[in-house]
């Protein structure tokens, strides 16, 4: 099962319809080839937590998104690990675009302040 399709089964289970996926989510959420069933889970977990921070991050809800972005920075960062070689791009990507998310959330929670 890929890992956005992973996320959004997750995320219907929980009861809420899922956010719209924005062309930059799509492209940040692209499938990483040939991943172990380890890596596999742990990118599936980060993808369910990036899905879950898009809804509060919309609304405004900074502490939140900047929570579940972190959380799945971390576990982008820890499917890395299993690479002995070139961790795939798609993998490199999100963890990128977690921290440009963060970054620009704490920007406007400081600028709100």
């Known amino acids: 099962m890929r890992p956005l399709a992973a996320a959004l089964l997750f995320l219907a289970a929980c009861g809420s319809p899922p956010p ?3 062309p930059e989510d799509q492209r940040a959420l692209r499938p990483v080839p040939d991943m ?3 890596v596999r889970a742990l990118v599936e977990r980060g993808d369910a937590l990036f899905v879950d921070a898009l809804t509060p991050q919309r609304t405004g809800d900074t502490a939140t998104a900047l929570d579940r972005y972190g959380k799945a920075r971390a576990s982008y960062l820890e499917a890395q690990t299993h690479y002995s070689g070139l961790v795939p791009q798609p993998l490199l990507d999100r963890v990128r675009e977690c921290v440009t998310r963060i970054a620009d959330l704490q920007r406007k929670r400081h600028a709100s302040r």
């Open 20 to 22: 719209a996926l924005s």
């Open 36 to 38: 172990a069933p380890d």
